[in-house]
């Protein structure tokens, strides 16, 4: 996949729609009776919010540049050897 | 059931395993086997230590008193780490970049390599972590016993009279001699604890093997589906606990707070970080493993509520509902999995704490009182190995005798948040030390003070009412001052405890924080390391040893370097160096490239605040250059500008490709204009140049030509010369005209003497054309700026073009003038058919005869009214058309003339009346 | 046979050399000064030629010979169209429209006789 030009902003709008859905005000709207599969919408909700995260941080993580000067493992001490 | 024999017994192994699988960690990490330690997964894993035993058993209890809210504590976390690419990477890189070895390191590098800062920091650790290593303490003591009982009352959970106090401090025992083996193997933060590591990554396995093995065998076994246990009436009872509200987002925020500033966290998540590539897995699998922890915890609360005996303890239903169904080997994974939660957390708190205080407590004070004055060979690092040892087994005594003296109270049970709450203090200096340059070392040491304060008085001492602290403090407040009780500070009653304290503590840190980093000003170093800190992505750390010039004597250094980190290491730090700097045999120069490295070999060990002390002691002439530091601050802005101008630029050059468009449209317009006037030109002038051209044949030709036919030939061939030059001088006017370049003086001059001219001039070709030209009413003696003649050829021009396009019966042409509107306007009218509506527009325009119906001979070349109207505009007036009259009214075409009078030209009285009544 | 040439000109000095030199060579010439005169004309009979200014009052030359040449009474007349303009695109337009020669003014008073001959098929 090509790498994101500006990834910043989309992890950015991620969190923000994950802030924004975990709010109570959005969470009470699934605060009611209702189940599916057995399961009451509001669970369903939460760990459905849940897994959308960790799938959208999965997917952009991939496509996030790699950093620019970043620090690997240190090198092996040089008397060391395999 | 099972007996304590046999649960003691899995547990010595699973220790035992432990033991193995951290010492062959660490062997193969000592031989240059990385492989499996270092790889994403186990770094995910191990930061799982923030899943303690709190949430291995208190996450279902949370649960059946409160619902949901348990979810918030890996809420948090989850959207820390989805949001990964701007706090955790950033605080990685310094951590790595700096070599911080804790927490209270990293805050005290960033401010100025501070002292005071890194001991503030380390004892707000130790006190708000020592309950939280009590309670796991209690959790194993509980669990064990709970576990190992024989009778069925256990289920109901172990009274806190009854707790058994030897098996907490066998656990302490154990934890301290697995901590102090493989946690203190050596001092360098860089070389990873990885036996630790190991040990951690597996207990993260087991833990979560366990709960979904048990939360399987609730749903499954004991529930019969999903659906079953959702339609137990205890599940209405627990999603029906309302929890979205201002607890919800505070718990959220506290969670997420949480997992960047809990000791043990950094140390899992920074300290112990081998590849900064690994976040970008753990970003993910990290919420992931969360996610799985809590997949389960609702159905065994509503399970439990459901089916276990009243008064049973919610917070053990994850081991007491295997066990009321004798499912001994489930009940020892289960309690397997809370002893690994437990262990870990301990483990890993003592090793990070257990840094904090050997660096920022024993080493000052060792540095203070020169217990280090004897300068032998790694003098200082035994004194940091003994220190950490001694940390370690006092901070687990510490948390020991915390769990003995609260053992019979509930006081642990809140500790989780209230430690959390504690640790949250260290935010706003992380943060703003990340992000904002100003952020100073007094801001930071006030804030977290206030901050430390006030969750101690709102949070921590509420925590012991009942015992030490009187109730009244509660009631009425100290002295009884009502204002200042603890859970209602300042008045502010009726919130939620938790709520209620973070909100004034953080809100009190912050505040002070940023208004003293805004007052006070920042030492260089401060200045130094800010800029370094919050612009870790664009500046190298070597930047450094460009700011800090200082020099010393290689000996001192080596000498140095050896009691730090030992003869080996030390030696072999200076011969890799000299190789670099092309040196084979000897000790490498002491370079200021050469000491800064040194120093933050030496940071990783002893923390950035000693090793700048350490080093101070063996260099001279230390200088820190503020024009360098100045340069680079100037480097970051001026990257910072150059972006922001690009993207300027780019919209500046949008702009200007919209203007060339413009222009390019309007040159469009223009060539077109210019073609449509070359065609017209063409036209004017072939037209009789045709006639010329077609009669001179016929005179060459035609030998038999009557003399009376020829000499009309040659009048005619004169005529249309005459036409042409006329066509050409009128073309040339206009130019002249539109160019400008006519220079008139505009002298005053009486318009209607003018005006009678004209007329003068015209009766002649009326009476020719059989045109009856009238002379209205006049405007009397009127003065204008303008140009005699030119004025008279505007005004000839209008009556003639009156005259000769009227094609009435009984053609009459009206002059009349006035002063009105302040200006003086000339009127001529005539009785013919108009202008047509559809050429209103363009009679202005040059060559546009296209209004009159048919032309006569005589009729210019149509640039007259052209002419006309350029005219009248250099003198600063105008030539109109009047809006035509109704059809039948006998009124034709009306133009006007109008000009500006010339100053001192008093209004006619009549005007002056007209103006006065309006 | 005499051919009859009909005049379509709003230059009353060129309908006059134009005259001259035509009759000169026996053919029957009379004159229209506007666009809507040429169809007036044309109703009371067809001449064998008709010479068309393009720039005509009222009605302008393109335009009469766009209606000459679709009302199946007329269509057959050869028409000469003259202008003054002498464009390159007026060329073609009077080559779309159906003209059968085209003069730009000035002319040659041969040519313009020559191409009316061989209009009428003398």
Redesign the interface.
Known sequence: MRPLRRGGDSVLALLVLGIWLLMPPVISLFVRPAELFGVPVLVLYLFGVWLLLIVGTAVLARRLPPDQGHLPGLPRRPDESD | MLSANVVLFTALAYVALLFVVAFFSDRRA?????GLV?SPIVYTLSISVYCTSWTFYGAVGSAARNG?EF?TIY?GP??V??????LL?KLV?IG??HRASSIADLISSRYGKSMSLAVLVTVIAVIGTTPYIALQLKAVTTSFQVVASTTHTALLGIPEADLDLRTGFWVAVGMAVFTILFGTRNIDA?EHHHGVVAAIALEALVKLFALIAVGLYVVFAIGG????V??LPA??KV?GAEV??PR??AL?FLSATAIVCLPRQFQITVVEN????HL??A??LF??YL?LT??FT?PIAITGLATMPAGSNPDMYVLTLPMLHDRSALSLLVFIGGFSSATSMVIVASIALSIMVSNHIVMPIALRLAWLSRGVSGDVKSLLLVSRRISIALILSLGFVYFVFSAHSDALAKIGLIAFAGVAQFLPCLIGGLYWHRASKGGAFAGLLIGFVTWAYTLLLPSFEGGAVPASLFSDGPWGIALLRPEALFGAGGMDPLVHALFWSLSLNAGLFVLISLIKDQNPLERLQSTLFVDV?RN?ADKESRFIHRSAAIDDLFVLAQRILGAEQAY?LFR?YARRQGIEEGLPRPSTEFIAQLERQFAGSIGAASARVMISQVVTGETISLGEMMRLVDETQQVIEYSQQLEQKSQQLQVTARQLREANERLRLLDAQKDDFL?QV???V??P???????S??LL??RDLESEQATR?LS?IH??TLRLTRLLDEILDLSHLERGELAWSLQPLDAEAVLDRAIETCRGMAASADVQLVVGPRAGSVRVMGHEDRLNQVFINLISNAIKHNRSRAPVVTVSSAIAEGRYQVTFEDNGEGVPAEARDRIFTKFSRAW????P?DAGAGLGLAISRAIARKMHGDVELLPAGRPGSGVGARFRVSLPLARGQAAPAGELERRAGE | MAATVLIAEDEPNLVESLSFILRREGCEVSAVFDGEAVLERLRDGLPDVLVLDVMLPKRNGFDVLKAIRSDPRLTGIPVLVLTAKGQERDRKTAEQLGADAFVTKPFSNRDVVDRIKRLAGL
């Open positions: 000592r031989r240059g086997w990385l270092r949901l979810a809420l989850t959207l780490f989805v949001g990964w690419w701007f990477r890189r790595r970049v860089n589906g999903v659906g079953e959702f339609a599940s209405a999603l979205f509200g919800w987002v959220t081998a590849d900064e590539e970008r897995t970003a993910w919420p992931l996610f809590c997949l609702l992505f190298p072999l890799d065609s063409s036209h004017e072939r037209t140049m045709a006639s010329i051209r077609s009669f044949e016929i030709e035609t030939f005619i005529d249309e009159t119906q048919s032309r001979r």
